[in-house]
């Protein structure tokens, strides 16, 4: 989508778009009300600052809406065809790590009660899988603010792959 066109969505569109890139009400309502952006950077750089100031109770709205690493994420809409594409290298993973990662991703919902959540886009199976056992040893505090820091990667990556158009370099007129 070009930026320009998001920028004039009717707003019950734009917030389908913005819920794909992260499920959190307050954050999605803040991003379409700044609106317009005019370049993609500047909607970017928004949503990172939006994004900053996200809590524990936004982890967890937001993870309602997360696959485990290393499942299948079920359904066709856009928010797991995203996840399917995130975890495209899980497709190849030997089956030593899916079973150690499966573990894992156990221990870690036990430990800290949530599904543990990685930016899976551009790390392999093998690194998930070295992340996720140095995670388990973070406290509390730190896994919260680890995981938070993930998501906004998350969502930033999906919000530049979803969009279009001018960057701050273009030139004007």
Not at 16 to 29: E, N, Q, Y
Not at 39 to 66: I, K, N, P, S
Not at 90 to 101: H, L, N, P, Y
Not at 140 to 160: C, T
């Amino acid at each position: 989508m070009h930026i320009d066109e998001f920028d004039r969505l009717p707003e019950a569109d734009a917030r389908a778009v913005v819920s794909v890139w992260a499920a959190i009400r307050p954050w999605v309502d803040a991003v379409i009300a700044d609106r317009p952006y005019g370049t993609v950077d500047a909607l970017a750089a928004r949503a990172a600052e939006l994004a900053a100031g996200w809590t524990r109770a936004d982890l967890d709205a937001a993870l309602a809406h997360h696959p485990r690493i290393g499942e299948k994420p079920a359904g066709a809409g856009a928010e797991a065809t995203a996840s399917r594409r995130e975890q495209a290298s899980m497709t190849d993973a030997a089956a030593d790590v899916t079973a150690q990662i499966a573990a894992g991703n156990a221990a870690y919902e036990t430990r800290f009660g949530r599904v543990f959540l990685i930016r899976a886009a551009g790390r392999t199976p093998d690194e998930m899988l070295a992340e996720l056992q140095r995670r388990l040893g973070n406290d509390d505090e730190a896994e919260a603010s680890e995981a938070l820091g993930q998501l906004a990667e998350i969502a930033l990556l999906r919000l530049r792959g979803a969009m279009t158009g001018a960057s701050d370099a273009r030139m004007v007129p």
